[in-house]
């Protein structure tokens, strides 16, 4: 009987380990979806931006101007 206790015993020091184990793990899945979401959010930020320099280097192709040109004024170049 007095082993029974001591075998209860024992198994809750390794309970404790794992449950904090588990929550460590929670928490770091969740900042990995967090990042991967922002990363998301940024991608699409970029393609409008690039969206826009396309648009402006095709505009500055109309006005006759050359390639190389049309890229230098649309990075902001003189």
């Known amino acids: 009987m007095a082993e029974l206790k001591n075998e209860k015993k024992s198994c809750s020091g390794k309970s404790k380990a794992m449950f904090t184990y588990g929550i460590l793990q929670l928490g770091s899945s ?10 998301a959010l940024s991608l699409c930020n970029l393609k409008s931006e690039s969206k826009n320099f396309n648009n402006c280097v095709e505009e500055k192709i109309e006005q006759s101007t050359s390639i190389s040109d049309a890229v230098n004024y649309c990075n902001g170049g003189n």
């Open 30 to 39: 969740l900042i990995s979806a967090i990042s991967l979401a922002l990363i």
